[in-house]
């Protein structure tokens, strides 16, 4: 998801406020950052030693942690309406399959009841900032076949529901007047196949600030003889700082039932002001990479890469978690971040996610804000 750039500098206020909070459990120094020990696409780190990070060679790129928190969970998304309406969600390793919605009024955190209108999920729901004072709070996934997305809205006092055309999986704000949502669709043309079976096809929707319109969409289908149950959607949608938006999704099917399967088609577009266009390949590691954010010289994408303005695919590495936290030397850990923020007025960006320890009868994962560090 990308957010209006106003916006996005305000949800990194958020983010140092649920390290504030939740740093009175605990936090350590940059060196050796300290707490208990707690039960997307990540990175493995390099196995080593020593809890104290090495001097960064030049032209690199690092995540610092910031502040480890000392429950078992993961933070999953946060927004910033005001310093006093700030809405987070996020997960606890419980063995529940709720979620948490906590809100700040500005004297305290308070959880909050998940709106009735986004239904029963065993995923958390993700907030959606769309304009100064509005919010959206929206199911992760949704049901195939359920036709529309309901949503919640809030009005600054309380939840209300809203429609979506489509069923929706990600949402991108270019200002409040101009928002993309994408998904998939099971009616209307290329998803009859006879028999009662679909083909679902990508599709796409734009607020214009009073009401939601569908947007011709390409569609995708393999070539015949079709692979068993196939289904193309769009599972993202990202716009950039100069306003151009770009979809990302796939046209798969149900793999291990045919010989001489198809390979799965990747679903790239970009929106040229009047249709969707193909995107140019990016390079390297890159390539089948999404956007997760942008700075001054390139793009932030998921898996921890980063894709410079000029071309070039870096590959952001990470400390492993300092040994007080319960993590052994021999653990396999890997960091998966939900949100990156740059902080208002600098250069210096922070992301909030979780470290995941897999090590013999004792795995778990570390709720983990982290600073990137740029060597040279």
């Known amino acids: 998801m990308r957010r209006a750039s106003g916006i996005t500098q305000r949800g990194i206020v958020a983010v ?20 208990s020990r707690t039960t997307g696409s990540a990175d493995t ?14 032209n690199s790129l690092t995540w610092e942690f910031e502040h480890i928190a000392d429950f078992s969970g993961d933070l999953t998304d946060v927004a910033v309406l005001s310093e006093d ?9 419980n063995g529940e399959a709720n979620a ?4 700040y009024d500005g004297t305290q955190w308070k959880r909050e009841p998940v709106p009735e209108a986004l239904g029963t999920t065993d995923y958390p729901p993700v907030l959606e900032e769309v304009g100064e004072e509005v919010l959206w709070l929206r199911p992760q996934t949704y049901e195939v076949g359920a036709g529309v997305t309901r949503w919640a809205r809030w009005d600054g006092t309380r939840w209300n529901t809203t429609r979506l ?35 679902s096809q990508p599709v796409s929707m734009h607020w214009d600030g009073t009401s939601w319109k569908s947007v011709e969409t390409p569609q995708a289908r393999f070539q015949e003889p079709l692979p068993p149950e196939p289904s193309a959607g769009l599972g993202q949608v990202f716009a950039l700082d100069s306003g151009e938006v770009r979809a990302y999704g796939n046209n798969s099917f149900n793999h291990g039932e045919v010989e001489n399967e198809p390979a799965d088609e990747f679903i790239r577009l970009r929106w040229d002001g009047s249709k969707w266009v193909e995107q ?11 956007p997760v954010d942008q700075d001054d010289e390139g793009l932030f994408l998921d898996g921890n890469w980063y894709l410079t303005d000029d071309g070039r695919c870096v590959k952001i590495k990470r400390h492993r978690l300092p040994l007080s936290t319960g993590a052994r030397k021999g653990s396999n850990q890997s960091l998966w971040l939900k949100e990156i923020h740059r902080v208002p007025g600098t250069d210096e960006w922070l992301g909030a996610g979780h470290v995941q320890v897999n090590q013999s009868g004792d795995p778990f994962g570390a709720p983990v804000v982290v600073r990137l560090k740029r060597g040279g």
């Open 85 to 93: 309406d700030i809405w987070a969600v996020g997960t606890e390793n």
């Open 165 to 199: 055309p489509y069923g929706t999986s990600d949402l991108a704000v270019v200002g409040p007047d101009d928002v993309w949502a994408v998904g998939s669709r099971s009616t209307g043309p290329g998803t009859e196949l006879g028999y009662g079976e679909r083909y």
């Open 45 to 58: 780190a390099d196995t080593g030693g020593k809890d104290a990070p090495p001097k960064a060679p030049a």
């Open 16 to 35: 140092a406020v649920l390290a504030t909070v939740l740093t009175a459990a605990g936090c350590g120094t940059d060196d050796e950052p300290t707490g």
């Open 100 to 103: 948490h919605l906590l809100h």
């Open 280 to 290: 140019e390949p990016a390079p390297g590691g890159c390539a089948l990479r999404t």
